[in-house]
């Protein structure tokens, strides 16, 4: 690290400690001169890319799917806390993910796993929006499934 002062590449670190916002905070002292600094060090995450359906490519927006999530949960007795332990979750699973890039599937197969434990009816109407049912069987068909796992569940209990 260089000194301010002298522009020495020598110093040595004498403290450090987290701060509240991810980084690490380095007191520093300069070999040279014996004048002490702060650092500030910080992991930069590179940006995930969403692939849409049309092939065109954003940055990655926890809001966007904070929005779609809360939209789904609307008038639901989802607490905002579960809502945003999920956003979470799924901004974490993204982000950790080998690849630059997720496509918008995996996203929505993301949100509707995540509302699925969270609230049934919260999870049809994001799955009638993201699944865009053509018409009622396709509707029914997704009800039956979200009830078939649901008794396997109790069954195996």
């Not at 590449?9 to 002490?36: L, N, W, Y």
Request: include cysteine; charged fraction near 40%.
């Amino acid at each position: 690290m260089k000194c301010i002062y002298c522009g020495c590449t020598e110093s040595r670190v004498v403290d450090s400690r987290p701060t509240e916002d991810g980084a690490i905070r380095r007191r520093r002292e300069c070999e040279e001169c014996k004048r002490r600094f702060t650092t500030y060090e910080k992991v930069e995450m590179l940006p995930v890319y969403v692939v849409k359906k049309d092939q065109r490519r954003e940055q990655f927006d926890a809001a966007k799917v904070r929005s779609g999530i809360l939209k789904a949960c609307e008038k639901r007795p989802v607490s905002l806390e579960a809502i945003e332990a999920l956003v979470g979750q799924i901004e974490t699973k993204v982000c950790q993910q080998p690849d630059q890039e997720v496509t918008t599937e995996e996203i929505g197969r993301l949100v509707m796993e995540g509302l699925r434990e969270l609230d049934e009816v919260a999870y049809i109407r994001f799955a009638s929006v993201y699944r865009q049912f053509k018409d009622v069987q396709s509707f029914m068909e997704e009800l039956q499934q979200m009830l078939d796992k649901r008794h396997g569940t109790k069954e195996e209990a």
